[in-house]
Structures are given as C-alpha cells and as structure tokens.
C-alpha cells in the first residue's frame, strides 16, 4: 500500500507538471467576434416606431382562432418537428455517453463451473463473482471538454427544434392568409362576372331589337366569357391553396373548408390593422436571442471550440486507476472453501510517444472546424440582419403603396360606374365600358395584391426574429 502511495503521488505530480505545458484551450463561450457584425441599428424604417413586443404571443394577438388552432395542428403533424425531435433526443443520449465518461464505471460478473481440478480428482462445483471498477482520472480536460461540446450542441438541437416549429407556424399562415386572400381576388371576380353578364344579356336585347350592331353583342358575350374563366381559374387556385392546408394540417378537407369558411364570415382578415401586427425590436441585439438558427449555431461555435480542447488534450498522458472485489466459492464431497479477495490498481499512466502524427491531425482538423464553425456562425448573422432589413422595406413600401393603390381603386371604380350609366344612358358604348371595367378591375386586384404582400412581409419578420424564442424557452421531455 506504501508503495501504491508513491506511484499516486509520483502520477499526480507529473499530472501536474505536464498541466503547465499544455497548451491553452480556446474560449468555450458563446461569445466571439462574430458578435461585432451586428449594426448598431436598423436601417430601414421601423413600424410603429420601434417599440418592442412578444412576438411568441403574436398569432394570439391576432385575434384569430382558427389560424391558431391550424398552426398547433400543422405542428402535431409536421414531418420537420417530429425529425427536430427526434435529433432532440439523440442529442440528450449524446451528453449522457460524454458525462459517463467522467465518471467511474462498474461492472459485475458471476460464474458457475463443475468439473474436477488437477489439485482434486473429485467431481467439484465453483460458484464466483466479482465487482470490477475503472475510472480514467481526466488529468487534462479531455472528457469534460467533450462532455462540454455534447451539452452545446443539445442546446443548439434545441433552437433547431424551436426553429422548426417558427418555420411550420410561418408556413401555415402564409398558406392561410394566402386562400384568404385568394377568396377576396374571387369575391371580386365573381362580382366583375356578374356585372359582365349583365351587360351581355343588355347588348343581346338591344341587338335583337336593332339598336346597336352584332359586333357590340359579340363584345360583350366575349367580355362575359372572359369573366367567367377568369374566375374559374382564381376558384380552382383557392381549392388548391386549400389542400396545401390540408396537407399541413393534416385536418380533413369538409371539416377545415367549413372552419375557414366560418373564419371569413365570423371576422375581417387583420391584414391592414397595424394594431394587430406585431412591433419590432428597435435594438439588433434583439436578433441574437429571438433566432434559434443563430443562437444554434452559436452553440455549434462553443462545441467546435470544446471539441479542439479535447484533442489538444488527448495528446497528453492519460491516468486510469482500476480496482476489484471477488469471491470465489468451491464445494466437492461435502468439504466447502471460500475464498475472498480485492484490490486496488493497478494504476495506469499512459505516455503517448509516437502515433504517426494522429493526435496532430485530429488537433488540425478539430482547429478547421472551429474556424469554419465561427465562419458560418458570422454569416448567418449577416444573413439574419438581411432578412430583417428586407421585411422591414417590404413593410414599409407596401404601406406606402397600399394607400395611394386604395385611393386608385376607388377612382377607377367611380369612373367605371359613370360610364356604365352613361352606356344605359346612350351616352357612351360598349368598348368604353370595357376599358373601364379592365382598368377599374385591375386596380382592385393590385390593392388586394398589396395586402397580402404586406400579410407576408408580417409573416417573415416573424420569421426573421424567431417568432419570440428564447433559449430557455421550454423544450419537449423524453418519453420514456
């Protein structure tokens, strides 16, 4: 046992000998340079003037429920959030296997043998069973560096997995607002083909009655017709951006064509209510915490930084302390011997000498991932204030847009109902009411156009600053 004393101490002092040599480890933080590339402040205009807001509330702020049952329902079906989930969870068996390393290991083994000895010629039974313990003393951080590494990228598992959900949400409300939307284009259609209608059957009444030439009849059996194929089409578009629902949803088509329908006739689309939107940050920091794919690949930066620590460690000695416990139990022609035993070591000190230059190459491949781990990171951040930066323009051209498109609408529609009463009148014939008609209904498609862009430019600033997430935001548990 004295004996075994030394060799600890002797380990232990060239443990700490060798400490002092090793090469420092790079900073395991979440922060690095790449934070620098943020601007200081947004340059294009804020809404509402900057103000912040929740955005994780922001589909509830809108007051619409069927929109908010159709994101959870998007999100209990979502291929992309079962596989998040499932990479959630391998990652969590990841950080167990590294923990499990700094700890001791223990193992247990039982025997059974009957048989006859060359010390005994007599049949005997031997019954033994052992507990054997190993612990690798982590003398340079290898293991905890590794450990490090796999709780960073469970953290970043877990943005991607809030990530996913941020992007099934987005989805759905484009899809939503988008048939939404198309109904009105349709709405608006329908209404130009019925007035078509009704001026066909005029023109066909006073050709028959001789007043006007067969061409201004055939002009306006044309104009019907175009009418009707147009709004066709814009009904076969609206079924089909439903089932794109259907498919996100996984909600049965007569059931969720009901709902919707029920949403149009309960409430207005919030697509022009700026109370209903949601504000934006006037900080870029704001960005940082909001977006799971940055601060994911944040956390990748602070794993590829843990993992180059336990290279560089691995190229030092490696101290590994083993013991055992055993009984062994001998039984033959009635006589019984037992016979106990334990020890303590042997302890192990390994010297790594020569390996043909892999440890080098593990440290130089582990450095090229960190430096492109930073690389990456520093783009995404660049890419993130771009998105921002770009549904914040949209926001502010299509408001700009929408107001002097509304007041265009409007004109073009007085203009074309005075010259349809002036054709009633006499006073003016059938192409002019025509080119009224496509201009007026133009302009009305331009303005419902404007609407749902800036719906969508709403829907990708959500996106863009994460949808409200926050790294401690609540993750799904195990389930087993």
Partial sequence: MQ?????????????????????????????????????????????????????????????????VDLIEAAQRVSPTLASATSRLTQSRAALATATAANRPSLNASLSAQRGVTSASPMVGTALSSSLDASWEIDLFGANAAASDAAQARLQGTGAQWHEARVSVAAETATQYYAW???????????????????????????????????????????????????STQQA????????????????????????????????????????????????????????????????EVAAASADLGSAQAQRYPRLTLNGQIGTLNYSSQGSTTDLSTWSIGPVVLSLPIFDGGRRVANVQAAQARYTEAEALY?????????EVEDALLSLSSTAAQREDAATAAAGYTTSFNATQARVQAGAA????????????????????????????????????????????????????
């Fill in 236 to 299: 076969s578009q609206c079924d089909s951006t439903l089932k794109a629902l259907v498919a996100l949803t996984a909600v049965p088509e007569p059931t969720l064509r009901q709902r919707l329908q029920d949403s149009v006739a309960d409430s207005n689309a919030p697509n022009q209510n700026p109370a209903a939107m949601p504000a934006v940050a006037s900080v870029p920091a704001e960005v940082l915490s909001q977006r799971p794919d940055l601060y994911a690949a944040q956390r």
């Fill in 3 to 67: 004996r075994l004393a030394y060799i600890c101490a002797a380990a232990a002092a060239l443990g700490l000998l060798a400490t002092g040599c090793a090469a420092p480890l790079p900073a395991q933080s979440g922060n690095t340079g790449a934070d620098r590339t943020v601007p200081p402040a947004w340059n294009a205009p804020l809404p509402h003037g900057g103000s912040s807001a929740q955005l994780a509330q922001w589909w509830q702020g809108l007051g619409d429920r069927v929109l």
């Fill in 180 to 230: 939404r939307n198309c109904r009105q284009v349709l709405a608006v259609l329908q209404s130009d083909t019925r007035s078509r209608g009704e001026s066909a059957r005029l023109s066909a009444l006073s050709a028959q009655a001789g007043f006007t030439a067969p061409a201004v009849s055939a002009l306006a059996d044309a104009s019907a017709a175009e009418g009707r194929s147009r």
């Fill in 429 to 480: 014939n059938l192409p002019e009411l025509e080119d009224a008609r496509r201009i007026a209904l133009a302009s009305q498609t331009t303005l419902l156009q404007l609407d749902l862009q800036r719906t969508q430019a709403w829907i990708a600033l959500y996106r863009a600053l994460g949808g409200g997430w926050t790294p401690d935001a609540a993750l799904p548990q195990d389930s087993h």
């Fill in 378 to 386: 520093r783009a995404r951040v660049r890419q993130a204030v771009r």
